[in-house]
C-alpha cells in the first residue's frame, strides 16, 4: 500500500492545466498511475469525465478540488479528495470562490498595461479553457507568448506575484469554509504544497494548527513543486500534527510543468498515505 503510484493533485483545462480530462488520466495511466486524482482549482466541472476516463483505462479514481483559501493575509491552497462532487454545499461554496475571478482579471490587465503590456485580459483569455476559471497561470502563458518572458516560471518571478506588475490582491475562502465544504460533502482535505508558503514558523504553525482543529486530515509531503529537503519536513510535519501524508505531482502541461503525472519519488517510510484512510471513497475500476 505504502508503494502504490497514487497521484492525488494534478490539473486539466476544466482549470489551469492545457489537457482535457481524458487526456490527463491517459497521460497518468501511461505513466503507471494506479490511484489518481483530478484536483481542478476551485472547480468539479470535470471530476465526471475525469472519473469515467480512469475507470475506463482501469485506473481508480478519487475525486478531487484544489480550494483557493486566504489565511493569515496569504494564499494557501487545500486539496480536498474522495467527496460526492455534487453536494450542494460544496458546489455553491466554490461558485462563489470562483465568482471574484474576472473582476481581478480585468484589474490585473489593467496593472500590466500601466507598465506597457496592453491586451492581456483578451490576450489570457485565449488560453482559458473554462470561462469562469481565469487564473493567474493565462496570464502568464499570454506573457511568454508575447516574448515578455521565456516560460511561466519567469513570468512568476517578475510579474503577477506580490509587489511585482499585474498583482492584484485577493480574498479568497475562508479556511474554516473550505474545510468545512470538502468534510460535509464526504471527503477528506488537505494542506496542498505547504513549502510554497512564505509564512512565518508561527503562522506555519498557527496553519497546521487551526487545520487541525477544523477536522483536516492530510498534508502533501511529497509534491513537484517540494525539493527532497521538504520531503523530510513536512513528512516530520506531518507526525507532529498527526496527519495523513499525500503525495500528488500537480501537472498542468507536459513542457511548463517541471514534474510528470506519477514520476514522484514514493513517500518517506515515517508516514501514513492518505490512501490508507480512504478506502471506502475510493471509486474502483
Ligand atoms: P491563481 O489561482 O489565479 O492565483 O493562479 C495560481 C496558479 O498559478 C497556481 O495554481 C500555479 O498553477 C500558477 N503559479 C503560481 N506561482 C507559480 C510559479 N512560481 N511558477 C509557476 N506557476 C505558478
Ligand atoms: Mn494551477
Ligand atoms: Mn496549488
Ligand atoms: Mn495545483
Known sequence: MHLLNADLHSHSTVSDGTLSPEQVAARAHA???????????????????????????????????????TFA????????????????????????????????????????????????????????????????THFARFL??????????????????????????????????????????????????????????NEEYALFTDFKALGGVGVEVVTGSHTVAEYQRYADMAREFDLLASRGSDFHDPAESHTDLGTLPDLPGSVTPIWEALADKVIRA
Not at 483530478?38 to 484544489?66: F, K
Not at 511585482?164 to 474545510?179: F, I, M, S, T
Open 31 to 69: 505513466n503507471g498511475v494506479a490511484l489518481w486524482a483530478l484536483t481542478d482549482h476551485d472547480e468539479v466541472g470535470g471530476q465526471a469525465r475525469a472519473c469515467e476516463a480512469a475507470l475506463a483505462l482501469g485506473m481508480d479514481y478519487l475525486t478531487g478540488v484544489e480550494i483557493s483559501v
Open 144 to 201: 511568454v507568448e508575447q516574448g515578455i518572458c521565456s516560460e511561466t516560471h519567469e513570468v512568476f518571478r517578475r510579474y503577477l506575484t506580490e509587489g511585482k506588475p499585474g498583482y492584484v490582491e485577493h480574498r479568497w475562502a475562508r479556511l474554516a469554509d473550505a474545510v468545512a465544504w470538502i468534510r460535509g460533502a464526504g471527503g477528506v482535505a488537505v494542506i496542498a504544497h505547504p513549502a510554497r508558503y512564505d509564512f512565518s514558523p
Open 73 to 136: 493575509g496569504q494564499t494557501v491552497h487545500i486539496v480536498g479528495l474522495g467527496f460526492d462532487a455534487e453536494h450542494a454545499e460544496l458546489t455553491r461554496g466554490l461558485a462563489d470562490t470562483r465568482g471574484g475571478r474576472e473582476r481581478r482579471a480585468r484589474d490585473m490587465a489593467d496593472d500590466l498595461a500601466r507598465v506597457g503590456i496592453p491586451g492581456a485580459f483578451e490576450g489570457a483569455l485565449k488560453y482559458v479553457g473554462n470561462p469562469d476559471l481565469i487564473s493567474r
